[in-house]
């Protein structure tokens, strides 16, 4: 089980990006996918995931500006990332788990997920 991020880089506060979690091994339909980040000395947080139902959740931080999808052709699982502000910066993962399943109340326990990837960074700057 192999999961890759990209899309991370440089933006200025207000604009967009777009990453992607690449899965290998898994078949991304079948698992729960969370994209969680860490910023610079503060914890982990979880910002969106996607159950094997499609249910979606999101952190309050990141409702409406954000979005995450899944793309069963590609295998990969996708956060669309608009309106960026400085404080969305960190370093975002991808984690996976085919036999938990995220409600409402703890869809963002890390814990839970198995498969994590490496990670990509997001800088938003002016």
């Known amino acids: 089980e192999q999961l890759v991020e990209s899309g991370g880089g440089l933006v200025q506060p207000g604009g967009s990006l777009r990453l992607s979690c690449e899965a290998s091994g898994i078949t991304v339909d079948y698992y729960s996918i969370t994209w969680f980040r860490q910023a610079p000395g503060k914890e982990r947080e979880g910002v969106s995931y996607?159950?094997?139902?499609?249910?979606?959740y999101y952190a309050d931080s990141v409702k409406g500006r954000y979005t995450i999808s899944r793309d069963s052709a590609e295998n990969t699982v996708y956060l669309q990332m608009t309106s960026l502000k400085p404080e969305d910066t960190g370093v975002y993962y991808c984690?996976?788990?085919?036999?938990?399943?995220?409600?409402?109340?703890?869809?963002?326990?890390?814990?839970?997920?198995?498969?994590w990837g490496q990670g990509t960074q997001v800088t938003v700057s002016s």
């Open positions: 996607i159950g094997s139902h499609g249910q979606t």
């Open positions: 984690a996976a788990d085919a036999f938990f399943t995220g409600f409402a109340y703890n869809w963002w326990h890390a814990d839970e997920y198995n498969s």
